[in-house]
Each structure stands twice: as C-alpha cells, then as structure tokens.
C-alpha cells in the first residue's frame, strides 16, 4: 500500500527553517513556552478567554498540541480538573499529533476526541483534531463526515475547510489538469456560502496551490510553480484578483489565521508575476511565512519564500 498522504498537503521533507505555527499570536506563544515549564494554569487562563470563538480556539489548541510534552502536563491538569472540556480537548489534539508522528497508536487518541466532544458538545475543535487524524490514517468517507461534523458546529471553519480542499485537490490527479475539477467547485460553493468578511473568500486560491501540488506529485505539472503556467490561465487570474481585491476591502486583520491567506495569495502573485501586489502581500506578512504553499512540490519552503518575497520587494 503507499503511505498515506500528508495532513494539509505538506510536503515530505522537513524544512530546514522552523515555521513557528503560532503565527503573529503573541499570547499563545507566551502561553506554549509557559506549558513547556509544566504550568498548565496558563493554558487553562488561555483558553478559557478564547471562548467559543472557534477558529482562535482552533488554532490555538492545534498549535499547542503540537509539543512533545504537552500530553503529561494536561493529564496533571486533567488529575487536578477531571471535567474540565478545554483539558480534554487539549489531550485529545495532543494525543492525536503523537498519533501522526507515529509516537502512539490511534486508537486512543480517537477515543480521547470522542470523549472531550462529548463533553463540550458544541465545539468543532474534537472534530477538526479527528479531521487531521483521518486526513493521513483514515478513510476518505472519514474525512467528509468529520468535515460534515466540524461545520454542524461552525459553518465557516477556517482550519476545516483547508483540510477538506486539500483532500479533495488530491483525486484524479493522475488524470492530469481539469479545469472543471470538484475541488474548485466546492472552494467556490464556500466562499460564496460563507459571509462577505470571510477569509473563506481566499479559499479559492487555496484550492488552485493544493491542485498544484497533487499534479507536481502525480507527474502532471512542472517543478517550478512560477513557471509552470498553472498560474497564468484566465481562470486562474480571475481566482486571483478576486481574492486579492477581497483582501483589499476586508483584509480580517484580527483573524488569527490569516497569515495562512496571505501566504497563500502572496504565493499565487508571485507565481502569476504580479511583483506589485505580491510586494504588498510580503509587507503585511512580514516574519510569518507558513511552510505551506511555498515547500509546493518538495521545495525548501524558507528558501522559495525568501526569494519570492526579495524578487518581489526589489521589483516593486
């Protein structure tokens, strides 16, 4: 059987630049180096001011989940506060990375999932941690009723809806590029469905890059995103400007994932030649490059970003 695939499309290699997932969240990094010291107070004070705004909390809780240590110190937390929801779901994402790693079976980090959801019923967060889970070790029927779970609870989950273009941008690519392929149909279903000031607008643009990157694996696009011309169709420039003119007019500045977005935009006017607005883009990032979509296919996602943002600064 071949491996199964990445979660979020990511690439195989390790970078060899560390991306800091918590991205521009100040409090959360604090917080995670706090938990690194084994003072799950801090977590909980976290969490707690989070409250139901799901895509923070998300992102949140998956970047923490992501430490080596913090499955031991939420089981202390978990012996100090048995029915406290934010622990269980906290040691559910954790258990579920460990999972991913190869580091523990998955079993029980499904049956810690199902446990915190039943114990905070409204929250997609047990949902989007069994989402990764069956991303990479599950079946696809799997990954489009969890999906279905996470948006029963929030329609317009950010983190979710990266997961399921990326499942869905990897079928049929040996088949080579189709303009028609479902993957854009359903990016643009919810972007359309979402409100006007969602980043689900820029979903779009996620769903061309992940297209890209199942081609470049499959054999069917070239090496070189920028000069392959999967950027420079007019289907794909219209997908462009209109994220980009979203952008402009709504921009989320508070929303925790964004620099996802424009790392992915910043991305597509690089590879469309659009020096000027990828320039912008670069500017607002600033030190927060994300691994994805720059390592797009098996590239040094630090070195690809670097270039691209010093091509496009130095052109505009």
Same mark, same amino acid.
């Given at each position: 059987?071949?491996?199964?695939?990445?979660?979020? /499309?990511? /690439?195989?290699?390790?970078?060899?630049?560390?991306?800091?997932?918590?991205?521009? $969240?100040? @409090?959360?990094?604090?917080?995670? !180096?706090?938990?690194?010291?084994?003072?799950?107070?801090?977590?909980? !004070?976290?969490?707690?001011?989070?409250?139901?705004?799901?895509?923070?909390?998300? &992102?949140?809780?998956?970047?923490?989940?992501?430490?080596?240590?913090?499955?031991?110190?939420?089981? $202390?937390?978990?012996? #100090?506060?048995?029915? !406290?929801?934010?622990?269980?779901?906290?040691?559910?994402?954790?258990?579920? @990375? +460990?999972?991913?790693?190869? +580091?523990?079976?998955?079993? %029980?980090?499904?049956?810690?999932?199902?446990?915190?959801?039943?114990?905070?019923?409204? $929250?997609?967060?047990?949902?989007?941690?069994?989402?990764?889970?069956?991303?990479?070790?599950?079946?696809?029927e799997d990954v489009v009723r969890l999906f279905? @779970?996470? +948006?029963?609870?929030?329609?317009? &989950?950010?983190?979710?809806?990266?997961?399921?273009? #990326?499942?869905?941008?990897?079928? &049929?690519?040996?088949?080579? %590029?189709? %303009?028609l392929h479902e993957v854009y149909d359903f990016?643009?279903?919810?972007?359309?469905?979402?409100?006007? $000031? !969602? %980043?689900?607008?820029?979903?779009?643009?996620?769903?061309?890059?992940?297209?890209?990157?199942?081609?470049?694996? #499959?054999?069917?696009?070239?090496?070189?995103?920028?000069?392959?011309?999967?950027?420079? /169709?007019?289907?794909?420039?219209?997908?462009?400007?209109?994220?980009?003119?979203?952008?402009?007019?709504?921009?989320?500045?508070?929303?925790?994932?964004?620099?996802?977005?424009?790392?992915?935009?910043?991305?597509?006017?690089?590879?469309?030649? +659009?020096?000027? @607005?990828?320039?912008?883009?670069?500017?607002?990032?600033?030190?927060?490059a994300t691994e994805h979509p720059w390592s797009?296919?098996?590239?040094?996602?630090?070195?690809?970003?670097?270039?691209?943002?010093?091509?496009?600064?130095?052109?505009?």
């Amino acid at each position: 059987m071949p491996p199964p695939p990445p979660p979020l /499309g990511r /690439g195989r290699k390790r970078a060899a630049h560390a991306f800091d997932a918590a991205l521009d $969240d100040a @409090e959360l990094v604090t917080v995670r !180096s706090a938990l690194a010291q084994g003072r799950w107070q801090a977590v909980r !004070s976290l969490l707690a001011r989070t409250g139901d705004d799901w895509d923070r909390r998300a &992102h949140r809780v998956t970047v923490l989940a992501r430490e080596a240590h913090t499955a031991a110190w939420v089981r $202390d937390w978990l012996l #100090a506060e048995p029915e !406290s929801a934010d622990a269980s779901v906290l040691l559910g994402a954790a258990l579920v @990375e +460990r999972a991913l790693h190869g +580091r523990q079976k998955p079993g %029980p980090a499904r049956e810690a999932c199902r446990a915190a959801a039943a114990l905070a019923p409204a $929250d997609p967060t047990p949902w989007l941690a069994l989402l990764l889970l069956e991303r990479s070790l599950g079946a696809e029927e799997d990954v489009v009723r969890l999906f279905d @779970e996470v +948006r029963l609870r929030h329609p317009d &989950h950010h983190h979710a809806h990266h997961l399921m273009v #990326a499942a869905l941008a990897e079928r &049929h690519a040996a088949a080579g %590029p189709d %303009p028609l392929h479902e993957v854009y149909d359903f990016a643009n279903w919810a972007a359309e469905q979402a409100p006007a $000031d !969602s %980043p689900l607008a820029i979903l779009p643009v996620v769903a061309h890059a992940e297209r890209y990157r199942a081609l470049a694996a #499959a054999g069917r696009a070239g090496a070189d995103p920028a000069g392959c011309g999967h950027w420079a /169709g007019r289907r794909a420039r219209q997908v462009m400007k209109t994220a980009f003119d979203w952008w402009l007019e709504w921009g989320q500045e508070g929303h925790p994932r964004r620099m996802v977005d424009l790392n992915y935009l910043a991305h597509a006017k690089h590879c469309e030649g +659009r020096a000027a @607005e990828a320039a912008a883009l670069f500017l607002r990032i600033g030190d927060h490059a994300t691994e994805h979509p720059w390592s797009y296919p098996e590239r040094d996602p630090y070195t690809a970003f670097c270039t691209a943002r010093a091509t496009a600064l130095g052109t505009a």
